[in-house]
């Protein structure tokens, strides 16, 4: 039952939070949804969660409008420009702004609607081709300086996806360059609300948790396997 596999997640969050000196409450989760259908959001719902992820926009588009408005929608994959349309009045954060020119049309199209969208900047910290993010810090603060310009826009920390290793050591590294980057963020803006380190998947939130994320994406812990589509 979803609500064991709920339960379970939250157990380990808790220990992994106060094992490292911190309280489970300041972690938050992103149940992530890709490919899961209308009927288990629901019962996620159900057991109480609110915050859900989708990585695909047609996805999001099909599902989340069947959804209680309540939901909040937290977009988390890589963002083509020509879907960012599809986004306001459906995601309140997107969590994987990777270049300056999205995070421009994200505020257009949302200012457009009258909205305002949460934004976390997307590192690439495992160096993988097959990851999106900025590739440097640097990158990563000119995308910042823009974005704090931009007044649909609300900057709110950064993200990463850890490197597909079982070597804790290479991913604790990167979960830490992230929290150096975040740290770093939050020092140089402190007028704005730079509040989320979001870290750890299914395979790596406990270690995400340990390096200090705020906020962890667990999905298949959840919901079970991803279907192969």
Not at 49 to 65: C, D, H, M, N, T
Not at 79 to 86: M, P
Not at 146 to 168: C, H, Q, S, W, Y
Not at 174 to 199: C, E, I
Request: with cysteine.
């Amino acid at each position: 039952m979803f609500s064991d596999r709920l339960k379970e997640l939250q157990d380990r969050v808790r220990n992994a939070a106060e094992g490292s000196g911190r309280s489970a409450e300041d972690i938050v989760v992103v149940a992530v949804t890709k490919t899961v259908p209308v009927e288990r959001i629901r019962e996620a719902y159900d057991c109480g969660l609110r915050i859900f992820g989708e990585s695909r926009v047609q996805e999001a588009v099909e599902k989340y409008p069947q959804l209680p408005e309540d939901i909040e929608l937290h977009f988390i994959g890589h963002l083509q420009s020509n879907k960012v349309k599809h986004l306001p009045g459906l995601a309140r954060w997107v969590q994987s702004v990777d270049r300056i020119e999205i995070a421009e049309k994200l505020a257009a199209r949302y200012r457009n609607h009258g909205e305002t969208v949460q934004v976390l900047l997307e590192l690439n910290t495992s160096g993988e081709s097959t990851k999106h993010g900025f590739e440097s810090i640097d990158q990563a603060f000119e995308a910042a300086a823009a974005i704090v310009k931009l007044d649909a826009l609300e900057l709110r920390g950064a993200m990463t996806i850890g490197p597909f290793t079982n070597d804790e050591q290479q991913i604790r590294a990167a979960f830490a360059y992230l929290r150096g980057f975040y740290k770093r963020l939050q020092s140089a803006y402190p007028d704005h609300a730079v509040d989320t380190l979001s870290m750890g998947m299914s395979n790596d939130f406990e270690l995400a948790i340990q390096e200090g994320a705020t906020m962890i994406r667990p999905g298949s812990v959840l919901f079970g396997p991803r279907d192969s589509q």
